[in-house]
Nanobody, 126 residues
Framework: QVQLVESGGGLVQAGGSLRLSCATS????????MAWFRQAPGKEREFVAH????????SYADSVKGRFTISRDNAKKSLYLQMDSLKPEDTAVYYC???????????????????WGQGTQVTVSS
């Protein structure tokens, strides 16, 4: 069992920045692809960014490319999302997700992830 706990959300003005963190439990973090998703009110959960479990390029949704940066620290078993140039349309609950160990490929579907955090609210005011 893997537990994921997000933190770092909050209220920020448009153009501002936030850094989300996802702390995980267990011993398999370094072998798991990780991702951030988000869900706005009345909308489906959508892919934001994916980080492979080993060396490789992360992938991003077009809507956040160039503004958001995903990273991981295997020693701390943590995942991060640096969000810059925030826009009101970035307002959502942001979720951290973990896929099965050693999974390869660009994992952009919610169905490809085994474990989810409880989410952290990000609100961007105009």
């Amino acid at each position: 069992q893997v537990q994921l706990v997000e933190s770092g959300g909050g209220l920020v003005q448009a153009g501002g920045s936030l850094r989300l963190s996802c702390a995980t439990s267990g011993s398999t973090f370094s072998t798991r692809p990780m991702a951030w998703f988000r869900q706005a009110p009345g909308k489906e959960r959508e892919f934001v960014a994916h980080m492979p479990w080993r060396l490789g390029n992360p992938s991003y949704a077009d809507s956040v490319k160039g503004r958001f940066t995903i990273s991981r620290d295997n020693a701390k078993k943590s995942l991060y999302l640096q969000m810059d140039s925030l826009k009101p349309e970035d307002t959502a609950v942001y979720y951290c997700a973990a896929a099965a160990p050693f999974t390869s490929g660009q994992l952009t579907s919610t169905r490809q992830y085994e474990y989810w955090g409880q989410g952290t609210q990000v609100t961007v005011s105009s």
